[in-house]
């Protein structure tokens, strides 16, 4: 392995400057599945773990409490599937259902679906961690229950679920790139095409960095959240 | 309803396609079961060094753990299989795979070893030292025995992850079984195989996302 050949494949700069503009297409494509599904994989899940939570206090009668099993097997399902495996299901199976769905919004769906069953997780602890005498005190006050949701338990839940939040959202934004292999023309795709292209893996690389580059102030920024709930 | 059926639940196929998924089953078994023992052993060597207090290995650890954090994992993948050729450095994809998953896994089991560690005293190796044990006789016999508690839930939950990501090694062409999938959805023209495959990683993972839960409900 000379050093020579290590930068002629690798650190080339001529094709790292003649792909770059090809790359930030790329870029601009995984951060719009990113911001889509992170935004609907909220909605989502915060809606999930509110019904679930609903359910489970208002009442104790089980048939009722039997509309929480199908949130559960969701939720359990989309934990426990790899997410590149419903990807593929979304976009190569559904389609002999007659659901057809473009590239990009199969992207976004998956992703969405598979964060909002962490979310609804991570916020239904948040909700939870909230002492049920704040809910009672919130009605005898006469507020609504989706007033007391809104001013009194979400805001004070939404404290808790930072942390977790935080870390698991930026794991479903890295898996964003798996888009790549349903076709979709993400920063990987594109690298992939520059790299066959040119038979050179420098734009490998420069994706390599550029998505070390976003993620690792993400990365970071988790860390410290973590370490300061934990004191 | 007859057109769900015949599309992902067919019987037939799934009887065809039973010795290739059955063949992918085994590979995914044994990717996790290889990557998951070395990620862990990799893992917990790199949290015992930083237990030393030397800055440059400390420094060259934290760049190792933030850099795999920050870099998604089917990236990886690629890099090693599509870009490392480059440099004559060539892997069949099973190894490629494993390789990527130890890196990958030891970066975050790196971190919660490290947070188990942590968790006990100082005081404790001090008392240790001072008995005459050594460095790794402090670490098997004081620091890990109590660290477990602290790092079982969230290990738990790596492991589940790690095998989770089993499936990005069909990227490179290794025939686990989204793969072996794959193929058969191309043979037979009918996804029944790819729900096949839902349906195995539900089975196989459900329990340790149950087990997960628990323990952090246990721990936490």
Known sequence: MEIRNLIHYFFNGRVFLDTLPQLGQGLWVTVQIAFLSISMGFVLGLALAVIRVAVKRITNVWPIRLLNLPIAFYVDALRSIPPLVTLVVVYYALPYLGIYILRFWAAVLTFAVVLSAFAEEIFRAGIESIGREQAEAARSLGLSY?????????????????????SRTIAV????????VIGVADLL????????????????????????????PLVRISMYLEKRLAK | MDALIRNFFNVEVMYKARILLWIGLKVTLQLSAVSLVLAILVGLLLASLRNLHNKVLNALIIAYVDLFRALPTIVLFMLVYFALPYLGVCMPPFWAAVLTLTVNGAAYFEEIFRAGIESIEKGQTEAAKALGLNFSQTMRHVILPQAVRVVLPPATSNSLELIKTTVLASVIALPELLKQAQQAHGLFANPTPLVEAALIFLLLLWPLVRLTGYLEKKFG
């Open chain 1, 173 to 180: 934004t890295k898996d964003v790139s798996l888009a790549s």
């Open chain 1, 189 to 216: 795709k594109e690298a992939r095409a520059a790299q066959a292209f040119l038979a050179n893996p420098t734009p490998l690389i420069s994706a390599a960095l550029l998505f070390t580059l976003v993620f690792l």
């Open chain 1, 146 to 166: 989706l007033q007391m949701m809104h001013y009194v338990i979400i805001p004070q839940g939404f404290r808790v679920a930072i942390p977790p939040l935080t």
